[in-house]
């Protein structure tokens, strides 16, 4: 994170990378007043997605400083993150293996949990190259959840096994309210 903090702060402060120090002071070493500092702020705000209060820009003293608020708020950001993506109801879906050379397929129906795609790619890997895995979801999943589905199996490809994700009109989520 530091090497970004350090590129944005010399383009945006016009100083050689080299001059920035842990002890570095923003305003009397690199002459930045509190616009120089505002625009910095925006600056990595932009290029790091967090957020940096006018306020805690103020206080700010030295590069170490600048650098730990940067890195505070990069964690409070994956952090929430995180817990947004904790939150989140995993796609229900329907899925069938189908391996190359067995008149049979199995399978798999409900929540697609970390453990569910952990067991659907274990029987799809076992069944072995030219295995299909068809997976299925309700038609009203939306486009970054199809995105993501179709990454998380993406991989399977170069295994010589064939992902199909689609959407089924058949197929409708559960009532998770209860």
Same mark, same amino acid.
């Given at each position: 994170?530091?090497?970004?903090?350090?590129?944005?702060?010399?383009?945006? &402060? !016009?100083? @050689?990378?080299? *001059? +920035?120090?842990?002890?570095? #002071?923003?305003? $009397? /070493? &690199? !002459?930045? @007043?509190?616009? *120089? +500092?505002?625009?910095?702020? #925006?600056?990595? $705000? /932009?290029?790091?997605?967090?957020?940096?209060?006018?306020?805690?820009?103020?206080?700010?003293?030295?590069?170490?400083?600048?650098?730990?608020?940067?890195?505070?708020?990069?964690?409070?950001?994956?952090?929430?993150?995180?817990?947004?993506?904790?939150?989140?109801?995993?796609?229900?879906?329907?899925?069938?293996?189908?391996?190359?050379?067995?008149?049979?397929?199995?399978?798999?129906?409900?929540?697609?949990?970390?453990?569910?795609?952990?067991?659907?790619?274990?029987?799809?890997?076992?069944?072995?190259?030219?295995?299909?895995?068809?997976?299925?979801?309700?038609?009203?999943?939306?486009?970054p959840m199809m995105a993501r589905l179709r990454a998380q199996f993406s991989w399977?490809?170069?295994?010589?096994?064939?992902?199909?994700?689609?959407?089924?009109?058949?197929?409708?989520?559960?009532?998770?309210?209860?």
């Open positions: 994170m530091e090497p970004r903090v350090r590129r944005l702060v010399a383009a945006r &402060l !016009a100083v @050689d990378p080299e *001059d +920035l120090t842990a002890d570095t #002071s923003l305003t $009397e /070493d &690199l !002459a930045a @007043d509190s616009l *120089d +500092l505002l625009e910095l702020a #925006s600056d990595l $705000e /932009d290029a790091l997605g967090l957020s940096i209060s006018e306020s805690a820009m103020g206080r700010l003293r030295t590069y170490s400083e600048l650098v730990a608020v940067v890195q505070a708020g990069v964690r409070e950001r994956r952090a929430k993150e995180a817990w947004m993506e904790s939150q989140r109801t995993p796609p229900f879906i329907w899925a069938r293996i189908r391996p190359p050379a067995q008149s049979g397929s199995l399978e798999h129906t409900g929540w697609l949990t970390p453990y569910t795609a952990e067991t659907m790619i274990d029987s799809v890997l076992r069944a072995g190259p030219g295995t299909r895995l068809d997976v299925g979801v309700p038609r009203d999943v939306g486009d399977l490809r170069r295994r010589r096994i064939a992902v199909h994700i689609r959407r089924d009109r058949h197929l409708s989520q559960p009532d998770v309210a209860g």
